[in-house]
């Protein structure tokens, strides 16, 4: 049997966007884990004003950090309080000793960078 080729209501540009965003997203993640948001939180730092405090940066920043990572995975949102995932807990914590943090620094080298935007 011949398979039927796709039709227009087959295809889907999700992929296409997905990578798209693909910066934007590392980028909020880069942020985070630079501003140390995910340590914060693991120290019982759960909404925007007190993680803000904690990692001495404007609220309104911070909450919008925070709620671009809840729709990525990687913290989770109850009402006005956030809390790590469990993989956020395993590899972004600081104080975890799985932590991979620190390879955020190395992947967004500028010598690594650079290349992919000429």
């Known amino acids: 049997?011949?398979?039927?080729?796709?039709?227009?209501?087959?295809?889907?540009?999700?992929?296409?966007?997905e990578t798209l965003n693909a910066f934007q997203r590392s980028a909020a993640l880069k942020t985070a884990i630079d501003l140390d948001v995910f340590s914060?939180?693991?120290?019982?730092?759960r909404t925007a004003d007190s993680i803000a405090s904690g990692i001495d940066a404007?609220?309104?920043?911070?909450r919008?950090?925070?709620?671009y990572l809840?729709?990525?995975g990687f913290?989770?949102?109850h009402g006005r309080e956030y809390t790590l995932t469990p993989e956020s807990a395993a590899f972004l914590d600081r104080n975890s000793p799985a932590?991979?943090?620190?390879?955020?620094g190395f992947l967004f080298n500028s010598n690594l960078i650079t290349p992919f935007l000429d």
Do not use: W
């Open 64 to 67: 919008i950090v925070c709620d």
């Open 40 to 45: 914060t939180v693991a120290k019982g730092n």
């Open 1 to 17: 049997m011949t398979p039927v080729p796709n039709t227009q209501h087959d295809l889907n540009p999700a992929r296409i966007f």
């Open 99 to 104: 932590y991979l943090g620190a390879v955020s």
């Open 75 to 77: 913290l989770e949102k």
């Open 58 to 62: 404007p609220v309104r920043g911070v």
């Open 70 to 72: 809840v729709i990525l």
